[in-house]
């Protein structure tokens, strides 16, 4: 089964403090691509960041990291010094290559809600 | 910088009735899709479409959707007769040119209200 699952329905921080958004995946793919998109109150999907399976990396972009652990399917996001603005649902998303699909297979997203 | 719009951004229809949302994808880009988000929930796959023809389908686009692309901008998602249970926000998502592995770049959604 090709799943992508993001335990956290919800997450409540007050401003300045770090958040660590989960996301875990089952694929027998040897090939995939991994994707994180933020859903702001606008509605829109932005797109955040694009990994492939073969570059376990971490990646920093300003105050947004990326842990990418194969060993343990994990694609984990961490926004440091959280602001208001960072408030929005966040999907991982992943796009299964083997089979030669075209489709992104999304998880159900969490929501961050940042206090200030 | 590029973007997917789409329009319009809100539609109302009755429930039979066929609506038609438009996209126009980043220019240059070859792969095309269209995804839903019933609200509050996960995004779904739809269809995708390339050179002229649809290359992936999911189960939820039975024969009452269509897609097309008459033109070399616009890229349309139609439901033939449309159900209270299609009332969802739907998005258009463009991809690059080397292949389906590239990046989708979504627009900003129209939101389907089936009444």
């Known amino acids: 089964a090709q799943k992508v699952t993001q335990a956290q329905t919800e997450i409540s921080v007050v401003e300045k403090e770090d958040v660590t958004l989960d996301c875990v995946y089952e694929?027998?793919?040897?090939?995939?691509?991994l994707f994180w998109y933020k859903q702001p109150p606008s509605g829109e999907l932005v797109f955040l960041i694009r990994?492939?399976?073969?570059?376990?990396q971490n990646e920093i972009s300003g105050r947004y990291s990326w842990n990418f652990q194969k060993s343990t399917s994990s694609f984990n996001f961490t926004i440091t010094a959280s602001q208001v603005v960072d408030s929005a649902v966040y999907f991982c998303?992943?796009?299964?290559?083997?089979?030669?699909?075209?489709?992104?297979?999304f998880g159900s997203g969490t929501r961050l809600q940042v206090q200030p | 910088e590029p973007e997917v719009t789409q329009t319009p951004s809100h539609q109302v229809t009755q429930m039979g009735q066929e609506v038609i949302l438009r996209c126009v994808p980043i220019?240059?880009?070859?792969?095309f899709y269209w995804y839903r988000q019933i609200l509050g929930q996960k995004v779904e796959f739809l269809v995708s479409?390339?050179?002229?023809?649809?290359?992936?389908k999911s189960e939820i686009f039975d024969d009452q959707f269509s897609v097309e692309r008459p033109d070399g901008s616009n890229f349309t998602l139609k439901i033939r007769s449309t159900k209270l249970e299609d009332s969802a926000m739907y998005f258009c998502?463009?991809?690059?040119?080397?292949?389906?592995?590239?990046?989708?770049?979504f627009g900003p959604g129209t939101r389907l209200t089936v009444l």
């Open positions: 990994r492939n399976s073969f570059d376990e």
């Open positions: 479409f390339y050179n002229n023809e649809i290359s992936e």
């Open positions: 220019s240059n880009h070859l792969y």
């Open positions: 998502a463009s991809g690059g040119t080397s292949g389906p592995q590239d990046t989708q770049y």
């Open positions: 694929t027998r793919d040897t090939t995939y691509y």
């Open positions: 998303a992943l796009h299964f290559m083997d089979t030669g699909r075209r489709a992104l297979t």
